[in-house]
């Protein structure tokens, strides 16, 4: 109940193209979805985040989809650069802020 | 502002020999937490902390030990080491605004063990 399952586990896109991530929970108690971005070498550094509440978030050519009844979340990348290459993780917040963390996904935009 | 520091970059120890590994930050978060990364696995939190004086288990705290005397200093011990803990270890901070789910987590630039 307390797992995040994240897919795929690695992602290969042409430069221009639709990234897409999907992430699924199971606890109704999760109330904040954030994603975050991990480049080789670093800490990870958060991309964009979601409500529940909420069914879609854009920031620039990033958005997160939520479907709440389905228990799923997806972050879609549109026009892919090289430049966005890094692995990149779902997560999602319990009520006292722990995280809990899907597995990743690397993905790699090929120029 | 440094952000969150941590030292040191890369360590290997033997087995059942201790370290700590520092964590500081400068931004006054109250909240701090320890992360455990291993290759396909995703983060797994050890310890987490919610104030200076404060900590808790995470999900993974086993063979690992925390304090939090100041706010600034978030130092995590390893006891008698063994090889399951060779992993990527990152420290970060948060302050959660109240009233609200949100919570940026920033992270350290992590170290990386090795238990031989």
């Known amino acids: 109940q307390q797992q995040v399952k994240q897919s795929p586990q690695s992602l290969i896109v042409q430069k221009g193209g639709i990234s897409i991530i999907n992430c699924a929970y199971e606890n109704t108690a999760f109330d904040y979805f954030p994603w975050y971005q991990q480049f080789p070498g670093k800490g990870p550094a958060l991309l964009i985040a979601?409500?529940?509440d909420v069914s879609e978030k854009k920031e620039g050519r990033f958005t997160i989809s939520f479907n709440k009844s389905a228990k799923q979340f997806s972050l879609h990348i549109m026009d892919s650069q090289p430049g966005d290459s890094a692995t990149y993780f779902c997560a999602a917040s319990l009520i006292n802020y722990q995280l809990i963390w899907g597995a990743g996904t690397k993905l790699i935009i090929k120029p | 502002n440094a952000g969150v520091t941590q030292t040191p970059k890369f360590r290997i120890l033997k087995i059942g020999q201790s370290m700590t590994l520092q964590c500081a930050q400068d931004m006054n978060h109250n909240y701090m937490y320890w992360y455990r990364q291993d290759p396909g696995m995703g983060l797994k939190l050890i310890y987490y902390?919610?104030?200076?004086?404060?900590?808790d288990k995470g999900e993974v705290p086993n063979g690992y030990n925390v304090s939090r005397s100041t706010t600034e200093d978030f130092p995590l011990r390893l006891e008698l080491a063994a090889p399951s803990q060779t992993s990527v270890y990152f420290c970060?901070?948060?302050?959660?605004?109240?009233?609200?789910?949100?919570?940026?987590?920033?992270f350290g630039p992590g170290t990386r063990l090795t238990v031989l």
């Open positions: 902390s919610v104030g200076a004086g404060i900590t």
């Open positions: 970060a901070s948060s302050y959660p605004l109240a009233g609200g789910p949100e919570n940026e987590q920033f």
């Open positions: 979601i409500r529940p």
